[in-house]
Structures are given as structure tokens and as C-alpha cells.
């Protein structure tokens, strides 16, 4: 058995995985604000799980990750700091621990429902943010381990804005005040299409990948607004940056607890 956390801003959920990747029991409990509480906070719900012995685990969370050391160093939605979270839950579970970013965790599991149609697999996910992680052959390239495709600053209204400003969830929420799944209307959800396909654009550019999965709260809703979001991105083609193929996450409310798994039986599924 394995076990994949996804611990994110709000709320953590944890997975128990056999050994092909069927998941057998999962929870769902408010991330701890002080990471001093997050420990206890799992313990108590893995001792509801049926399976206690686990080959390894993997852990995911929302932010900076020092994999040499095993430190989640920082993160936008959460507010821990430099904490050895690999460390400690090995040190808990008495387990091999796999610590990545979520964003990377994902698009290591999308990828792989896609391997042998797309060797590059541009991963992009609206939620609260907007989370970017990029693969190759299903394994995350190096080069964008630490991409935060989120954070690039965009012209808009005369300013530098993160377009993570502009079109993440949260965003979506603050400027028409309703929430993705509330939006049915074509015209709002051509402005949105417009700010996303603002930040796509340049990630084509640099990642030239072969399809982009789209995941996050809003990549939920992605059969609202594609029509829109490619024909944006098709107005900005060049021969120099093909628009690829766009799709929608397949597991996108369990893509992260699915890529630790990925990440921990790719580490340590060799041990008897």
C-alpha cells in the first residue's frame, strides 16, 4: 500500500493506494494554519484508515520545496515557513516519504494517463491560484521544477499585474462576484478566456509543449470556455508557437494525491 497526502491551502486530503493505484479509503480535514498542529492533525486520521503499513509515502503541498533536504520552504496559500516536512512525517510514519509541489504532483499523474499520445505535457491549473507544471515522457523536467507560471507579471489597465490576479479562481470571484461554477453567460467567460489565454501564450513559448492539460478549480469548467480560450490563443499563432492541443485534467479533484503515489512507487517501489 501506498499513501498520498495533498496538502493544500485550505484543506488536506489523504489517500490510501494499493499497489496498482486503486485508491481504497481517502479523508478530507482542514489544513492546520500552524504546522505545528498539521502532525497531530494527521495522525488522528490516519488511525480511521484500515491500512497502517505503507511502502511509501508521498506528500504534496503548495509552494517552494527543497527536495535535497525535504523542506517545504514557503508557500503563497499557506503560511509555513522552512519546515522539514519530510523528515518528520518519515519520522511519524517510520516510512520513506516523497516530498513534491502539488502543482508538479498533478501533472506527473495527468501525464501519465497520457503517456504514448503526448511526450511533452504542459500542466496548468486555476484555483486559487494559478498553479504550472511541466513533464516529459511523464517525468517532471527539470528545467521547471519550480516554475510558478502564476506569478508572471502582465500588462493590465496600465499596471504590472501577476495574472494569477487576473484569471485565477480567486480572481474569477473578486471581479464578477461569482464563483466558476456560478458562470454560465458567453461573455464573461470570454473575458476570462481572454486573461488565461494571456499567460498561456507565453508559457507555449517557453515550454513549447505538445498538449496542455488544464486542471484547478476552473479547469473543471473547461467545456464553458474552451471555444473561447482557443480561439484567444489562436489570434496570437505563430509559426514559431503553435497553439498544441488542450485538454481537460481527468482526475483533477484527486490528480495530486494520485501523482504522490506516482512519485513514491517511482522512488522507493522497488523495496521488498
Not at 501533472?107 to 496548468?124: D, H, N, R, T
Amino acid at each position: 500500500m501506498y499513501l498520498g497526502i495533498d496538502v493544500g491551502g485550505t484543506k488536506t486530503l489523504v489517500g490510501s493506494l494499493t499497489n496498482e493505484g486503486v485508491i481504497t479509503q481517502w479523508h478530507k480535514f482542514p489544513t492546520p494554519e500552524k504546522y505545528a498542529d498539521f502532525l497531530p492533525a494527521l495522525k488522528e486520521v490516519l488511525h480511521t484508515f484500515e491500512a497502517k503499513d505503507f511502502r511509501a509515502i508521498g506528500i504534496a503541498a503548495p509552494g517552494l520545496i527543497d527536495r535535497e533536504h525535504g523542506i517545504f520552504k514557503a508557500g503563497g496559500n499557506i503560511k509555513w515557513r522552512n519546515v522539514h516536512l519530510q523528515t518528520d512525517l518519515a519520522r511519524m510514519m517510520h516510512t520513506p516519504v516523497v516530498l513534491e509541489n502539488d502543482v508538479n504532483a498533478a501533472a506527473v499523474s495527468e501525464a501519465k494517463l497520457l503517456k504514448g499520445m503526448y511526450e511533452s505535457v504542459l500542466y496548468i491549473a486555476p484555483g486559487t491560484g494559478i498553479g504550472t507544471g511541466a513533464t516529459i515522457n511523464c517525468e517532471l523536467t527539470k528545467s521547471f521544477e519550480d516554475m510558478e507560471g502564476g506569478q508572471m507579471l502582465l500588462e493590465h489597465n496600465g499596471k504590472l499585474v501577476k495574472w494569477e490576479n487576473l484569471a485565477s479562481g480567486k480572481a474569477i470571484v473578486e471581479r464578477f462576484g461569482k464563483r466558476a461554477s456560478e458562470i454560465d453567460d458567453a461573455k464573461t467567460w470570454k473575458i476570462i478566456s481572454r486573461d488565461l489565454a494571456r499567460g498561456f501564450i507565453d508559457l507555449i513559448a517557453i515550454v513549447q509543449p505538445d498538449v496542455i492539460v488544464v486542471g484547478g478549480g476552473v479547469g473543471t469548467h473547461l467545456p464553458k470556455y474552451k471555444k473561447y480560450l482557443l480561439e484567444e490563443l489562436k489570434k496570437f499563432e505563430t509559426p514559431l508557437t503553435k497553439i498544441p492541443p488542450i485538454r481537460q485534467a481527468q482526475r483533477p479533484e484527486e490528480a495530486v494525491v494520485y501523482g504522490c503515489y506516482d512519485l513514491a512507487k517511482a522512488k522507493y517501489g522497488h523495496i521488498a
